[in-house]
T-cell receptor
Framework: QKEVEQDPGPLSVPEGAIVSLNCTYS??????FMWYRQYSRKGPELLMY????GNKEDGRFTAQVDKSSKYISLFIRDSQPSDSATYLC???????????FGKGTTLSVSS | DVKVTQSSRYLVKRTGEKVFLECVQD?????MFWYRQDPGLGLRLIYF???????EKGDIPEGYSVSREKKERFSLILESASTNQTSMYLC????????????FGPGTRLTVL
């Protein structure tokens, strides 16, 4: 079983839809969870960062962590064409250790 | 804002050439990383550096070496480029060992012919 699993998609939605992106993981020691957004031919940019379980909201984006299920989600409300990108989840068990990345989900939002 | 820059966006080299990829960060970060990203394989860590003149192997160091002579600069060296090193190379930096967030550069798309 891979440490971090992420459905590669592609996921296609109409503008205005609510998008749910997910990752599952196997290492129960993971405590730090991140979501990166990567536009085509660009480097990943940090979108959301959460510690342990719970929700974090930033504008149209909500990151959710369920440690009991080893499952993290990123919700995008009122999706826009500019949200079209690949979304990578990343996690680590301890500050300063290596990040383990999912392979990314490609999202396409059509106007 | 953290700025991580990479010397080239696109690079084409021939098999057997020695290739240098440069990365510079302007936020006095202690840690720096080199990844390659390939379709279906995701991001894979090649090397990282906790501090000047320090380096650690990542998951796929074979065929690569690194140099960190100054805090802001981290170089990736392909000693003898091969076609299977055609990839997107991403540099990242992190403030220090008590942090998790990594900040990425724009990437270098390397093609080895």
């Amino acid at each position: 079983q891979k440490e971090v699993e992420q459905d590669p998609g592609p996921l296609s939605v109409p503008e205005g839809a609510i998008v749910s992106l997910n990752c599952t993981y196997s290492n129960s020691a993971f405590q730090y969870f991140m979501w990166y957004r990567q536009y085509s031919r660009k480097g990943p940019e940090l979108l959301m960062y959460t510690y342990s379980s719970g929700n974090k909201e930033d504008g149209r984006f909500t990151a959710q962590v369920d440690k009991s299920s080893k499952y993290i989600s990123l919700f995008i409300r009122d999706s826009q064409p500019s949200d079209s990108a690949t979304y990578l989840c990343a996690m680590s068990h301890q500050a300063g250790t290596a990040l383990i990345f999912g392979k990314g989900t490609t999202l396409s939002v059509s106007s | 804002d953290v700025k991580v820059t990479q010397s080239s966006r696109y690079l084409v080299k021939r098999t057997g050439e020695k290739v240098f990829l440069e990365c510079v960060q302007d936020m006095d970060h202690e840690n720096m990383f080199w990844y390659r990203q390939d379709p279906g394989l995701g991001l894979r860590l090649i090397y990282f550096s906790y501090d000047v003149k320090m380096k650690e192997k990542g998951d796929i160091p074979e065929g690569y070496s690194v140099s960190r002579e100054k805090k802001e600069r981290f170089s990736l060296i392909l000693e003898s480029a091969s076609t299977n090193q055609t990839s997107m190379y991403l540099c990242a930096s992190r403030p220090g060992e008590h942090y998790n967030e990594q900040f990425f550069g724009p990437g270098t798309r390397l093609t080895v012919l």
